[in-house]
Structure formats: structure tokens, C-alpha cells
């Protein structure tokens, strides 16, 4: 999510909302924020709502204004991916 954080402008202007999503709680994700410097919204999944739409762990899901996935990466994000992906949607 740091990463993210370090390329928000960059999303931002291919009109990208950037969200942190995790089963964590929410004073758990007040805390990481503040101490990493976070401002995008983070969301507390506790009970594992978005986690059953959203399987996989540590997945990067690049969702249009539509609803539908457009892009999936594993692990840790490649922001140059991430916004190539975001360039293609733009057309």
C-alpha cells in the first residue's frame, strides 16, 4: 500500500480510486496510515465481506467504473502495470 501511497498523483490523474483493503481492524488501519502517511481510504473487511468477492490474499484488482475486473496482479503491485492497465481504460 505504500507504494500506492508514494504513486497516488499518478492514479489520480488517470481518474483511478485508489482503496487499501484488509480483514484488519480499523484502529489497525487508523494506525498504519498515520504512521506510513496514507490518504487513500483504507477498508476494515473484518467480517470478510469483500474478501469472498475478492479472493487471493495480497491481490491487486484493477476494477472499471462498471464493476468488472479488468486487471489482477499477485503480490506486491507493479505500479508501472498498474497504470499502463489504467491507460489502456482511458481509450
Do not use: C, W
Request: aromatic share 8%.
Amino acid at each position: 500500500m505504500v507504494a500506492f501511497q508514494r504513486d497516488l498523483a499518478r492514479f489520480e490523474k488517470l481518474n483511478a480510486q485508489v482503496l487499501g483493503v484488509s480483514p484488519d481492524s480499523l484502529k489497525t488501519h487508523e494506525d498504519f496510515a498515520r504512521d506510513n502517511a496514507i490518504r487513500f481510504p483504507l477498508i476494515a473487511d473484518e467480517k470478510g465481506t469483500l474478501s469472498k468477492l475478492y479472493p487471493g490474499g495480497r491481490v491487486t484488482y484493477l476494477i472499471d467504473r462498471e464493476g468488472t475486473v479488468r486487471f489482477i496482479a499477485n503480490g506486491v503491485p507493479d505500479t508501472k502495470a498498474l497504470l499502463k492497465e489504467l491507460k489502456k481504460l482511458e481509450k
